[in-house]
């Protein structure tokens, strides 16, 4: 299949590559000139584990192109992937669907003979039907399909994710696009993916519903860790006891500082707006908003609360950035509120992340930007684990304790056993589980 992937980010960038390793051939479109240009030399723009091999070997095979130029790739394409970024609109929390318009817009008047347009942004339901109308409108001659095939990747595991899918959510009702979607997924069929094919409205709202479920799953935990924390309890156990329930399912019950993150907080609250605007309020994501929100403030008070509930004077050392590990990604991490609020407590800020450093400057100000974990730590009054990098997972807690000017570990990933940490003379907080003695 010829296939043309409109957006090179972190989706584009995967699907498309993963693409081409199927043994499709694949053009990344995207409007960033410099992002195009450094995939040409053979730089990979973002950080995601591996995804340099694999890009470097489909080039290198004639499967995989880059281009600013999206007529000649559309006009080539049995299919063309919208995958384009849907942030959310400033003000009012909708999702901001005009990347995804102006690129149908373009595909629109460069389609030739029968192509298939698909969503792979996450888009809010209905959309597929106004990409629809959008081209037709413009190319009234066009012989097209708009499909939904929304993603479900995770970033840091993203390719690895998109190779073994633990679905494909195919929306359409078009035989012709049905067969060729299918066809590009042919190869994942070896590997025993299930396909969902459905109607596109109802493939646009599996997708928000995914990630609402999820995020829901993760501010449950968070508030029973508060509880646990009150009451002597501790929810890593609790987790474990309610996890191995098949109904409830193990994952997504990590206590932490908050969701974070470029989909579940955009994503939750275009799906709030969907819902009030169909006058079918969700509530119960409505306050998985508002409790996440509180939250991310709420873990710099627990920083502060060893402290007697001022940080002024006192130096507070970061260790990860990122929302989560193996991503460079910064977009609305936890960690831009929490270091907004140590400094409003009066907390000098040093940081230290494996990739995430760069984007972070762009976010972050007044933070002094270390080369490692040690040098983070030296001369900090409190050592604060903010994303659980594996490489600080096995410190060394002897060293840490030479190096801070006060032990006091704040270990809002629960990453150490409490006991251990405090056996060489730390102080130490987690989430929702007991303080040792
Ligand atoms: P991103 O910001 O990394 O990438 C979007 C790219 O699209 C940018 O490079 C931008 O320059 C390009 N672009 C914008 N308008 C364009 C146009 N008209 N023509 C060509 N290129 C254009 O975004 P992302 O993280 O890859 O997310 C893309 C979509 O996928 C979003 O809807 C997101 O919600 C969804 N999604 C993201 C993830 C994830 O983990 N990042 C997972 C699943 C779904």
């Not at 993603?151 to 067969?179: M, N, S």
């Not at 190869?187 to 299930?194: I, K």
């Not at 060893?306 to 950035?321: D, I, M, P």
Request: aromatic share 6%.
């Amino acid at each position: 299949m010829r296939i043309t992937m409109v957006g090179t980010g972190y989706v584009g960038l995967v699907s498309g590559t993963c693409f081409a390793d199927f043994g499709h051939q694949v053009t990344c479109v995207d409007k960033n000139v410099d992002k195009i240009a450094a995939l040409d030399r053979g730089v990979i723009p973002i950080y995601e584990p591996d995804l340099d091999r694999l890009v470097e070997a489909n080039v290198r095979a004639g499967r995989l192109a880059f281009s600013t130029e999206l007529p000649e790739a559309v006009a080539n394409s049995d299919a063309v992937f919208i995958a384009v970024g849907t942030p959310s609109r400033r003000g009012d929390g909708h999702a901001d669907l005009s990347y995804v318009y102006a690129a149908a817009r373009e595909i629109a008047v460069n389609l030739k003979d029968f192509t298939v347009v698909i969503t792979k942004s996450t888009v809010p339901v209905g959309t597929g039907d106004e990409v629809e109308r959008l081209i037709r409108d413009t190319n009234p001659q066009a012989d097209v399909a708009v499909a939904s095939n929304p993603e479900f990747l995770r970033e840091g595991a993203a390719i690895r994710d998109f190779k073994h899918p633990d679905r494909i959510v195919v929306g359409t009702d078009d035989e012709r696009a049905r067969k060729i979607i299918a066809e590009i997924y042919r190869p994942l069929y070896l590997n025993q993916a299930p396909v969902m094919f459905t109607g596109r409205r109802t493939a646009e709202l599996i997708k928000y519903a995914a990630n609402a479920f999820l995020a829901t799953k993760i501010t449950f935990i968070n508030e029973i860790a508060d509880l646990a924390e009150k009451v002597g309890a501790d929810v890593q156990e609790i987790a474990r006891g309610i996890g191995l329930d098949n109904r409830i399912g193990a994952k997504f019950l990590h206590a932490g500082p908050g969701f974070g993150g470029s989909c579940f907080p955009k994503d939750t609250r275009a799906l709030v707006k969907t819902a009030q605007d169909h006058e079918t309020p969700i509530r119960i994501v409505e306050a998985v908003l508002s409790v996440n929100e509180i939250r991310k403030r709420a873990m710099a008070r627990k920083v502060a609360a060893v402290f007697g509930g001022s940080l002024r004077g006192k130096t507070v050392a970061l260790l990860g950035l990122t929302f989560k590990p193996n991503t460079d990604d910064m977009r609305e991490s936890p960690s831009i509120p929490l270091v907004t609020a140590l400094q409003d407590l009066g907390a000098t800020i040093k940081a230290y992340d494996p990739v995430g450093m760069e984007q972070a400057r762009n976010e972050l100000t007044d933070v002094t930007y270390c080369s490692g974990p040690y040098e983070c730590a030296e001369g900090a009054d409190a050592l604060v684990i903010v994303t659980e990098w594996e490489q600080f997972r096995a410190l060394d807690l002897g060293r840490l304790k030479q190096q801070m000017a006060c032990p006091v570990m704040v270990d809002l990933r629960n990453v150490y056993r409490p006991s251990e940490v405090a056996a060489h003379g730390f102080k130490y907080e987690s989430v929702g589980r007991p303080s040792p003695s």
